[in-house]
């Protein structure tokens, strides 16, 4: 298990991505998270022959500094199904989707995390209303899946919000969504921020997951806020994490999703920053 970080640590119009994966590599990070969503409106905004010369610069710079992309955020439809982002329809968004899981077949990416969520933001939606949305939604995609060998990891939301019920915060909920999506290329993230917020347990909810985990999203909060702090910034019991982590036999990154404690700096400082997190997060996966 290595220390990954998410590229979000710098804002992505002050620092292009392959400087970005310089200034990473040369803290000593050696796997590293691709957050497509940072670039989402440029990509909307790019042809595909754009968008794939941009995949190959960013990964001729991991390749020329010896460091592997190992999982990305993809795209983000909304809030809810209906309710899209950046002025998209359905249908626009299952092009981009496509088009970032292609991306991230140059990148050598092999899971691109993407989000489970509610149909609508109407209160009393059931689970099972929502389920059958997302597995009809998803399983349109396997096909690209398979052309490219590039997996999808749902990850878990932030809980109940207000009087609206938020369905596959749960980790049995998204056991039951990948189950029924039934394929090797569809697994979970399990973002220990998000879970920490819900008042979930952490090493019962990684035990659920169990083989089904193929990436996370590793940051901590006061368990009010998703505050993407580094370990130790909030309450979570990193212990419990990283050992239920290993008993469960997880054989990805312990990549973070921290960028509160990085990006806010001065950018003079956040070189020295990412070497703290880097020492910080070895220090925590070998407890």
Not at 34 to 57: F, G, T, V
Not at 201 to 219: C, E, F, M, N, Y
Request: with cysteine; charged share 20%.
């Amino acid at each position: 298990m290595n220390v990954s970080t998410s590229l979000n640590i710098f804002y992505a119009p002050d620092v292009c991505v392959p400087d970005s994966v310089r200034r990473c590599a040369v803290a000593g990070f050696v796997s590293l998270d691709m957050n497509y969503w940072d670039h989402q409106k440029q990509m909307l905004q790019s042809s595909p022959q754009e968008e794939e010369a941009w995949a190959r610069e960013i990964r001729a710079s991991a390749d020329n500094h010896g460091v592997r992309i190992t999982q990305m955020h993809g795209p983000v439809h909304g809030s809810t199904f209906s309710n899209l982002a950046h002025g998209m329809t359905l249908e626009s968004f299952e092009k981009l989707l496509e088009r970032s899981l292609r991306s991230a077949a140059i990148l050598g990416v092999p899971w691109v995390v993407l989000h489970p969520t509610n149909v609508t933001r109407v209160e009393g939606e059931s689970f099972q209303e929502a389920l059958e949305y997302n597995v009809n939604f998803y399983r349109k995609i396997i096909p690209v899946l398979e052309q490219t060998g590039v997996g999808i990891a749902l990850e878990n939301m932030i809980g109940q919000r207000g009087t609206r019920i938020t369905h596959f915060a749960l980790p049995e909920e998204l056991v039951e969504l990948i189950d029924t999506l039934n394929h090797p290329l569809v697994g979970a993230c399990w973002d220990t921020g998000h879970g920490h917020i819900t008042s979930l347990d952490q090493a019962a909810s990684i035990s659920t997951l169990g083989s089904r985990l193929k990436t996370t999203h590793i940051q901590d909060n006061d368990g009010t806020n998703d505050q993407h702090l580094l370990p130790y910034q909030g309450t979570i019991p990193w212990n419990e994490v990283v050992q239920t982590l290993k008993r469960i036999g997880y054989t990805g990154d312990f990549t973070y999703e921290t960028h509160n404690s990085i990006r806010t700096l001065p950018d003079g400082i956040r070189d020295a920053g990412l070497k703290y997190a880097l020492d910080l997060g070895n220090y925590v996966i070998s407890l």
